[in-house]
């Protein structure tokens, strides 16, 4: 007996946003269906895999990340030299030495650092600010005039700081990552002050925060799931690409940071760790988003494999 | 939610005026302002004072005058046939034919009308006999129009019943029937049929008309209204849509969700 395949047909398509220019310039959204339904809608561009580069030496990365970045990681521009090479599709440079606790470096210093990374890589940046709201105004601000023109993505905007830095966007020509606290409401208004500033909608990424596997997965799925149909179903507040920072949720856990030695029957640590971190992209990638940081270029080859056999 | 704007009708004077002159000016002013206030149709009535020979003449120009002026489609409202088919020919888009009963000689007559034209249409839960008092009964002859809709090749989804309300100062029974009503309906259809109904008239010469409107509304979209004929000038009515949507869950929270709904993009 022949069986009728069900289509679903939404009202309206996620915005396309493009990251970068010229020919290494990327595009993500632009779905009319769920996520690798390719039977039932578009899916005209795969999610995207980027890999973290930091401004400062991380204190607290595991030895089995560090050591795929040996002799790179007090010089971001080799480090992300090295994640090009490694097949990245996007550098994502997380400014963490303007922290406070940290060096408070100065945003003159962060937009040098940034414009040392661009200069070294071919492929487009995403930016990311300490998490300080005040201080990621000063340097994200600073950083989009030193990199006006290239089209990076940066972030991260909050309900309490997207005001400049929704400027600072707009006026030096790059996209924002817009933040939220796990919370589709927030998302939803925090998208409708930004558009109502006059940044269009296809320059703007949701950000909902995730939780890796075990640690919240499922609630940041159904939260991305939500925003995923109500963007599809119509709601244009919501019908922006999904950005996940995989990595820096996956590489506190103690599952991907304990050693061989301290949990033998865990089994050997990198792969675990690997494995971590794919199966949170892989899953939350079911849910809508489109643009996964990750941290080991393990995790970034198996993602992007299995990414490839599913949008065949 | 549906918005159907009701102000482009010969019932009001300053429309009649404009169809007897053909002057296009108010016809325009209405369009354009029922298009920023959110409609989603505009309905189109010439009115019952004037002569029936002269409907489907006005009717064309209505619909031409309006969509010249704004790109929304017209939900075609007439008894007379000859004028929805004038109002059929003007139209671009898909046009919402404005309405058959449950008169099994004008369900003959609309059905394939609306199917030629690629029109959607809504039904009135009524008969000659006129519109009966129970829920149970509009669900019947809402039953027939869907029928009959099924087996010629209708969509349904392009089929709309309406339950039909009285002003509540002479029929105050029949609004509790027509919740109930809407409510039935949705279950007589898998997908379930839509429902529309024209809400000025359930205030028709009572105090508190907006009150009224709107508190009927709200309480019909509860029972799963898709659509209304009503008055987009009325601010507080459109506040109350915003809400229901938002309590409903057909529309995500957020605390601009008033300003999210009224804006039109």
């Known amino acids: 007996m022949a069986v009728n395949i069900i289509k679903e047909k939404y009202s309206n398509r996620i915005s396309e946003v493009v990251i970068g220019t010229g020919p290494k310039a990327v595009k993500v959204g632009g779905d009319s269906t769920l996520p690798f339904l390719l039977f039932e809608g578009e899916m005209p561009n795969r999610p995207l895999a980027a890999l973290e580069v930091w401004d400062i030496e991380p204190k607290h990365w595991p030895e089995i990340l560090t050591s795929e970045f040996k002799g790179v990681l007090s010089n971001p521009a080799a480090w992300a030299g090295k994640c090009e090479e490694y097949g990245a599709d996007l550098i994502c440079l997380t400014l963490a030495g303007s922290h406070p606790d940290n060096l408070d470096s100065s945003p003159a210093q962060c937009a040098e650092t940034a414009r040392a990374v661009a200069d070294a890589v071919k492929v487009p940046l995403i930016i990311i600010g300490c998490g300080v709201e005040e201080k990621d105004v000063q340097v994200i601000g600073e950083v989009c005039r030193v990199l006006e023109g290239r089209n990076c993505l940066v972030g991260c905007a909050k309900p309490d700081n997207y005001k400049t830095i929704t400027a600072s966007c707009i006026v030096h020509g790059h996209s924002l990552i817009a933040s939220n606290p796990l919370d589709i409401n927030i998302a939803k208004q925090l998208n409708i002050l930004v558009t109502e500033m006059g940044l269009p909608s296809n320059r703007i990424v949701i950000d909902p925060l995730v939780g890796s596997l075990g640690y919240g997965l499922e609630y940041a799925y159904s939260i991305m799931e939500r925003i995923r149909i109500s963007g599809l179903s119509g709601d244009k507040m919501l019908a922006m690409p999904v950005f996940c920072q995989i990595g820096q949720e996956v590489w506190k856990t103690k599952e991907a940071g304990s050693t061989v030695e301290e949990t033998p029957e865990w089994g050997d640590q990198a792969r675990r760790a690997v494995m971590w971190e794919v199966v949170t992209a892989a899953t939350l990638a079911q849910a809508g988003g489109s643009i996964m940081v990750m941290r080991h270029p393990a995790s970034l080859k198996q993602f992007l494999a299995h990414v490839e056999n599913l949008m065949e | ?265």
């Not at chain 2, 009963?101 to 009524?126: R, V």
């Not at chain 2, 027509?178 to 309906?185: C, F, G, L, N, S």
């Not at chain 2, 024209?198 to 409107?213: E, T």
Request: hydrophobic share 45%; glycine share 6%.
């Open chain 2, 1 to 265: 939610m549906i918005l159907i704007g009701e102000r482009i009708n010969g019932m009001f004077g300053d429309v009649r005026e404009a169809i007897l002159s053909r002057d296009p000016e108010p016809v325009r002013r209405w369009a354009m302002r029922q298009y920023q206030r959110r409609a989603d149709y505009l309905d189109i009535s010439t009115g019952p004072s004037l002569e029936a020979g002269d409907q489907p003449g006005a009717m064309e120009w209505l619909v031409r005058t309006a969509q010249d002026t704004v790109d929304l489609p017209c939900c075609l409202d007439s008894t007379n046939p000859e004028a929805i088919l004038a109002g059929l020919e003007a139209h671009r888009g898909k046009a919402l034919i404005n309405s058959t009963t449950a008169d099994q000689w004008k369900i003959d007559l609309f059905l394939p009308m609306a199917l030629k034209y690629g029109a959607a249409l809504i039904g009135l839960a009524m008969n000659e006999k006129g519109v009966p008092k129970s829920a149970g009964d509009r669900a019947a002859l809402a039953m027939e129009i869907i029928v009959n809709a099924d087996a010629c090749g209708f969509p349904l989804e392009d089929l709309y019943l309406d339950p039909l309300d009285l002003p509540c100062n002479v029929g105050q029974e029949h609004c509790p029937e027509v919740i109930e009503a809407i409510r039935w309906i949705k279950t007589l259809a898998d997908p379930p049929p839509r429902t529309a109904l024209g809400l000025s008239n359930v205030s028709q010469r009572c105090a508190d008309r907006q009150l009224l409107n709107r508190t009927f509304l709200v309480m019909c979209m509860a029972a799963g209204l898709d659509a209304a004929i009503i008055n987009l000038d009325d601010d507080e009515l459109l506040k109350a849509v915003a809400a229901s949507n938002v309590l409903l869950n057909r529309e995500i929270y957020c605390d601009s969700f008033v300003m999210t709904f009224k804006n039109r993009d």
